[in-house]
């Protein structure tokens, strides 16, 4: 059996809850719609940039089609004010972010008529902060 320091704050596992999220597989598949949009590089997608792709794609969709976002900001970046001293802990969170790895389908898109999805895509592609492609559902 382990046996653990007998000290007050002593953490047992400190990082676990990102390594369960991080080596999910799930995201790598389509799931809903026939067209996908998808990562081709690792990146910390923030919840400002996520929403910038989602509104650049609904206005070139309109009613046209539907859209999901499959990823979801759900891990944080604390900071401290710039007046503060060091210590009295580990600061306020500032920012909710997304750790999305080579391959994650970011966005699903369905519409009917293909020539709308591709140029709401091109549009999206130059807003977004990661090199992106466009994959097709394969019967």
């Known amino acids: 059996m382990k046996q653990f320091p007998n ?4 953490k047992k596992n400190h990082l676990v809850i990102y390594k369960k999220k991080s080596l999910n597989r799930k995201n790598f598949r389509l799931k809903f719609n026939n067209i996908g949009i998808q990562s081709k590089s690792n990146i910390n997608l923030n919840y400002k940039q996520l929403d910038s ?3 650049i794609l609904k ?5 046209k089609g539907n859209i999901i976002i499959r990823v979801n900001p759900w891990a944080v970046k604390n900071k401290k004010s710039i007046g503060m001293r060091m210590g009295k802990g580990k600061g306020s969170k500032r920012e909710w972010f997304c ?3 080579k391959g994650t389908i970011v966005y699903e898109i369905y519409s009917k008529n ?12 130059k807003k977004m902060p990661f090199v992106s492609k466009m994959v097709n559902l394969v019967f």
């Open 53 to 55: 792709g989602r509104k």
């Open 114 to 125: 293909f020539f709308f999805i591709k140029k709401s895509y091109l549009k999206c592609k």
């Open 99 to 101: 750790p999305i790895k």
């Open 59 to 63: 206005k070139n969709l309109k009613k």
């Open 7 to 10: 000290h007050k704050f002593y």
